[in-house]
């Protein structure tokens, strides 16, 4: 099976060394790692905002640089970190400049997780951090939705789950899994490992700009790879079809 994004040998200095992965259609892949190991670079390059050194990355057998803006924010979609907005459009206005149809039209999938039609009059200024997020994300969907719709979308999601309180952190995960159902491909970055386990169809595990594993949840999140990667001490158990994993304790510093 052709991979419909293919990252070969991307380096780009001081932050990514290297990097060699795919992702196939349909794919569900979380991207793990602690502070500063390339995750955001990572999928900013994938999604064409930042020029790597060397390497090469393809869409759909096509490389990336071949495909015309317009294609590219038609079929897919990037959620970067927060940039805050200094103009007060209500969260209606704003939403429309993604919508297909003339009047927002929120796809009652995106309500059902993101629940942001009670303020939907409300300035985005004025709005917490955990509904600004929940915003972003829909107007990141919104903007390929039609593509969705058919299995054909790729969204590039940069810690969607930041600021969201535990219930819509569940909520979007499973709205993920869901598109990805269809024949959608998502990369989305994390940092909550236990979430994203199970929550996962592939998962990346980076440090220091490298992917030190990747595959399958349970090949990737063995105790061995977590402790070498994040400091800590894990406990890894499987029980059925669920990855349980704590962290004991950190590392003693001497």
């Not at 991207?31 to 190991?37: D, R």
């Not at 894990?234 to 510093?253: D, H, M, W």
Request: include cysteine; glycine fraction near 6%.
């Amino acid at each position: 099976m052709n991979a419909v994004i293919q990252v070969s040998d991307l380096e780009i200095e001081k932050r990514l060394n290297w990097v060699s992965v795919n992702a196939q259609k349909g794919d569900c892949i979380h991207v793990i790692g602690p502070n500063g190991a390339g995750k955001s670079t990572l999928m900013t390059a994938i999604a064409g905002l930042v020029s790597p050194d060397n390497g090469r990355i393809t869409f759909k057998g096509k490389p990336l640089e071949y495909w015309s803006l317009a294609e590219l924010a038609s079929m897919r979609t990037v959620l970067a970190q927060q940039l805050e907005l200094s103009f007060a459009l209500s969260v209606s206005e704003y939403l429309s400049f993604y919508s297909i149809s003339e009047n927002l039209i929120i796809p009652s999938m995106l309500e059902t997780a993101l629940e942001i039609a009670t303020f939907l009059n409300k300035p985005i200024t004025q709005l917490s951090g955990g509904e600004r997020q929940r915003v972003e994300i829909c107007r990141a969907l919104l903007q390929i939705w039609p593509q969705l719709l058919k299995g054909e979308g790729i969204a590039i999601l940069d810690e969607p789950l930041q600021g969201l309180d535990i219930r819509h952190q569940y909520a979007v995960a499973t709205l993920v899994q869901t598109l990805c159902s269809k024949g959608n491909t998502v990369i989305m970055s994390s940092h909550d490992i236990g979430l994203s386990v199970n929550y996962c169809s592939q998962l990346w595990l980076m440090q220091q700009g490298n992917i030190v594993a990747s595959g399958s949840p349970s090949k990737v999140a063995t105790q061995f790879n977590l402790e070498k990667v994040f400091e800590c001490h894990f406990s890894v158990n499987q029980k059925n079809n669920f990855l349980e994993i704590q962290v004991c304790a950190p590392i003693t510093l001497e």
